[in-house]
T-cell receptor
Framework: AQSVTQPDIHITVSEGASLELRCNYSYGATPYLFWYVQSPGQGLQLLLKYFSGDTLVQGIKGFEAEFKRSQSSFNLRKPSVHWSDAAEYFCAVGGNTGGFKTIFGAGTRLFVKA | NAGVTQTPKFRVLKTGQSMTLLCAQDMNHEYMYWYRQDPGMGLRLIHYSVGEGTTAKGEVPDGYNVSRLKKQNFLLGLESAAPSQTSVYFC???????????FGQGTRLTVV
């Protein structure tokens, strides 16, 4: 069965520090992987996605993520966090087998301190 | 440049009342979805549609019904609201299965 685990419910980092948000997935075939960001009171916006090819993907707002099949992980990174990055981040996994079913993780809330 | 539009944005219902949430997209997407978002649980799929006239159940369909009479609209109905349906509801659409989903701004529903 598909599942997505985001082990960290919330993370606090200092502005200018680096960031890594963890995501582990379970999926029986080649996964489609996504990271979305949700600002307070807003809908979700796609940061980046991985379907195939280069396992290091670049997204918007300076974010990147690396797909590691051996670890079933798709961690999100940013080298230098800005105060405006404070939001909730969701990892999601889908695929092209077994019909539609994109599953979202529970989310990680990022706090940025000055 | 509307994308996905949800109405209403906020609603308070009494237990047992009914209501319909409307989702409209202007991107000619085939796929549309309704999610609910609860603290600590991420987004859970209620129902989805793979095209006009079709609907299917997601993870948590009980207590909800949907209709997709027109390609651009996806309606979510609550026939008899319960406090457990207090949540934030998001509609989304995508061009094909499992590709990027575009989300609406959400509807905050409180059932008292």
């Amino acid at each position: 069965a598909q599942s997505v685990t985001q082990p960290d419910i919330h993370i606090t980092v200092s502005e200018g520090a680096s960031l890594e948000l963890r995501c582990n997935y379970s999926y029986g075939a080649t996964p489609y992987l996504f990271w979305y960001v949700q600002s307070p009171g807003q809908g979700l916006q796609l940061l980046l996605k991985y379907f195939s090819g280069d396992t290091l993907v670049q997204g918007i707002k300076g974010f990147e993520a690396e797909f590691k099949r051996s670890q079933s992980s798709f961690n999100l990174r940013k080298p230098s966090v800005h105060w405006s990055d404070a939001a909730e981040y969701f990892c999601a996994v889908g695929g092209n087998t077994g019909g539609f079913k994109t599953i979202f993780g529970a989310g990680t809330r990022l706090f940025v301190k000055a | 440049n509307a994308g996905v539009t949800q109405t209403p944005k906020f609603r308070v219902l009494k237990t047992g009342q009914s209501m319909t949430l409307l989702c409209a997209q202007d991107m000619n997407h085939e796929y549309m979805y309704w999610y609910r978002q609860d603290p600590g649980m991420g987004l859970r799929l209620i129902h989805y549609s793979v095209g006009e006239g079709t609907t299917a159940k997601g993870e948590v369909p009980d207590g909800y019904n949907v209709s997709r009479l027109k390609k651009q609209n996806f309606l979510l109905g609550l026939e008899s609201a319960a406090p457990s349906q207090t949540s934030v509801y998001f509609c989304a659409s995508s061009s094909t299965v499992n590709t990027e989903a575009f989300f609406g701004q959400g509807t905050r529903l409180t059932v008292v």
